[in-house]
């Protein structure tokens, strides 16, 4: 998708500001809140919802490029959450008017369903990959949402790492976590020429955080 941008060209310099402050408005600030409240906090609890870095994702390209940070999780969090989910309606936004038709939303319990998106896993996983093993990350091309980075797809690095067991973290075309799939993460240490060609310098390295399946022995 268009969120996957590095080592894109034509996209301009990354201008540094200084002293950023947190937030440039005060409704950033209210944005950010309302997000921890529905996405991270009590709301989602439950909630079989598409994964919020998908909602992020599916925003169309020219809408997603010219949003600022906290415009797109206002979208993703509007468009993904409180409509598709059922807590509003469109006509509750544009109103700002509770539609007393309409139940009010309820806390759920949580559920195995949320459990299982979790990131680390106890299980005990045979390790794939050594440390010093040479590795090519897969070219691959998910509709879902994957934590690959298309930049590394197809190019070869070095195991420097192994983190233990997570649970994968990809989702299907929907935005839905395919599940429980415990894997070994690794880092791997990609050369810069290796991934931007011979007119990137030779001392720089990238290292990237990969699940299991996005490799290859090399």
């Known amino acids: 998708g268009v969120h996957d941008m590095g080592g894109m060209h034509g996209m301009g310099l990354i201008e540094a500001e200084a002293n950023e402050p947190v937030f440039h408005e005060p409704w950033e600030g209210r944005v950010y809140a309302l997000v ?3 996405v991270a906090g009590p709301w989602a609890r439950g909630r079989d919802w ?3 870095r998908f909602s ?3 925003i169309p390209a020219a809408q997603y490029l010219n949003m600022s940070y906290y415009e797109r999780w206002f979208e993703a969090l509007l468009l ?3 409509i598709e ?3 509003v ?4 936004i544009s109103t700002g008017e509770v539609d007393p038709s309409r139940p009010l939303p309820t806390l759920l319990s949580r559920s195995t369903a949320t459990e299982e998106r979790d990131f680390r896993d106890r299980t005990q996983v045979s390790a794939q990959f050594s440390i010093g093993q040479r590795v090519r990350a897969r070219n691959m091309n998910p509709l879902g949402h994957t934590r690959l980075p298309r930049y590394v797809r197809g190019k070869h690095g070095t195991v420097t790492h192994d983190h233990g067991v997570f649970n994968l973290q990809d989702t299907d075309i ?5 599940g429980r799939f415990p894997e070994h993460v690794y880092t791997v240490r ?3 020429r290796e991934l931007w060609g011979d007119r990137a310098s030779e001392r720089d390295v990238v290292y990237v955080d990969l699940w299991e399946r996005y490799l290859d022995a090399a």
Do not use: Q
């Open 36 to 38: 921890m409240s529905v």
């Open 50 to 52: 598409p994964s919020f």
């Open 56 to 58: 992020l994702e599916r």
């Open 80 to 82: 993904n959450r409180v």
């Open 85 to 87: 989910s059922g807590f």
């Open 89 to 92: 309606t469109p006509a509750e």
């Open 174 to 178: 929907n935005g839905h976590a395919f």
């Open 190 to 192: 990609f050369r810069s």
